[in-house]
């Protein structure tokens, strides 16, 4: 009797646990989005768009640390390394979102500015060198999570491009949180766009990321 006590406590312990690991995949799809496996059809125009903010290091700081990445001898940020990834693997163009009044190259910092602008709702001005937009069919879209949302600055971003009739595939980073909603947030904001498996990975894991971003391109028909 005493056997069976302990066992129905344990089981009442762990099957919480394992209902919260099996629904933390990184790359599972939103059962709220109506999310494509891949990518239909060939011969697309692909554009790569991304917002990163790696801070410089200073021997210190984890966080600035995990921000950016180093291969091959060359420093990135963590989406911008994803980013490249992506584009040399597809063919894709690549443009970068930034600021127009940048954010501040310390932690802190740059982190109360990103809190002040999500509660506040402040959609920061942006510049990003996109010569034709509209010719684009195929848009992978990447961003860090900050503060458990995408950075204000790609709500700016969507606000300002229109996504009718096209295939946005988003990607990020993020310190445990995985998707932390965003992929819902893309599809209300850009309704008139299809959504595609995208691809989310803990910033401590990009460094040595590139053959899993080769092998899930591969898998939603993107590879060139």
Not at 47 to 55: A, D, K, Q, R, T
Not at 153 to 158: D, E, G
Request: glycine share 8%.
């Amino acid at each position: 009797m005493e056997k069976n006590n302990i066992l129905l406590m344990l089981c009442s312990i762990l099957l919480p646990l394992l209902a919260v690991s099996c629904s933390d995949k990184e790359n599972e799809n939103s059962d709220i989005v109506d999310i494509n496996d891949f990518v239909e059809g060939d011969n697309h125009n692909i554009l790569v768009v991304y917002f990163s903010e790696p801070l410089p290091d200073n021997g210190v700081d984890a966080m600035s640390s995990a921000s950016r990445v180093t291969v091959g001898g060359d420093v990135y940020g963590s989406v911008q390394y994803m980013a490249t990834v992506i584009a040399d693997a597809t063919g894709a163009d690549m443009a970068r979102i930034r600021t127009v009044v940048p954010y501040a190259e310390n932690f802190d910092e740059l982190a109360e500015r990103a809190d002040q602008e999500r509660q506040n709702g402040i959609h920061p001005e942006i510049t990003v060198a996109i010569d034709d937009f509209d010719s684009y069919d195929v848009i992978f879209v990447g961003y860090p999570i900050w503060w458990y949302q995408m950075p204000m600055a790609l709500y700016t971003f969507f606000d300002e491009y229109d996504f009718t009739d096209k295939t946005i595939i988003p990607f990020s980073s993020h310190g445990g949180s995985s998707w932390s909603g965003t992929r819902e947030d893309i599809a209300e904001l850009e309704p008139g766009a299809t959504m595609v498996d995208g691809y989310s990975i803990s910033r401590n894991s990009v460094a040595g990321a590139a053959d899993a971003i080769r092998e899930w391109l591969g898998r939603i028909g993107m590879l060139e």
